[in-house]
Nanobody
Framework: QVQLVESGGGLVQAGGSLRLSCATS????????MGWLRQAPGKEREFVAG????????FYVDSVMGRFTISRDNARNTMYLQMNGLKPEDTAVYYC?????????????????WGQGTQVTVSS
């Protein structure tokens, strides 16, 4: 069973930055894809960013392009989401998730393992 633990959420003013971390129990995610997804109050969960672990190829939803950066540290088995230029509409619970294949990462159905989520609140 893969365990994912998010950290780094919090309250920040609009225009500020946060870095989310996702620590994993797996020694290697070779062959996996991973992603960050979020769910705002009253809205459906949505894809934010994804990364193919082996190649480092990244994907983003249009609304965060140029502001958020997803990355991974193989040695630490950790994935990150650097969020800059935060907006009130970025307020949501952010989830780390792992897919057992490195494709289709924009789709929520690709993800098999999920973290518990971390709250990000952006004040105006």
């Amino acid at each position: 069973q893969v365990q994912l633990v998010e950290s780094g959420g919090g309250l920040v003013q609009a225009g500020g930055s946060l870095r989310l971390s996702c620590a994993t129990s797996e020694r290697t995610f070779s062959g996996y894809g991973m992603g960050w997804l979020r769910q705002a109050p009253g809205k459906e969960r949505e894809f934010v960013a994804g990364i193919v672990w082996n190649s480092g190829r990244t994907f983003y939803v249009d609304s965060v392009m140029g502001r958020f950066t997803i990355s991974r540290d193989n040695a630490r088995n950790t994935m990150y989401l650097q969020m800059n230029g935060l907006k009130p509409e970025d307020t949501a619970v952010y989830y780390c998730a792992a897919a057992t294949a490195p494709s289709g990462l924009r789709s929520l159905s690709a993800y098999r393992y999920w973290g518990q989520g971390t709250q990000v609140t952006v004040s105006s």
